[in-house]
C-alpha cells in the first residue's frame, strides 16, 4: 500500500489591493490597478468600461528590475 506523507503548505500572505473590475454583468474579467495600462482601462476580455473596486490577493513577490513599477515586494 503506497502511504505519502506531504508537508503542510505554507501560508500565502494576502492583503487588499485595488483592482479594476468588469461593469458588464455577464462578464467576470477584472486586473490590478498597477497592471492597467491607461487610467481608465477597458476589460481585456469583453470590451467594456471597467470599475475600480478591492480584492483580498495574494502579495506578489518579484525578482528582478522593475518590480516596484510592477507593484511586487522584495
Partial sequence: ???????PMDEIPEEI???WNCASDTCNGWMRD??????????????SAMVKGEKKLAVRFCHGEG????GCFK
Fill in 34 to 47: 498597477n497592471f492597467a495600462f491607461s487610467v481608465e482601462p477597458t476589460c481585456p476580455i469583453c470590451g
Fill in 67 to 70: 518590480r516596484e513599477k510592477a
Fill in 17 to 19: 489591493t485595488t483592482v
Fill in 1 to 7: 500500500m503506497y502511504n505519502s506523507r506531504k508537508k
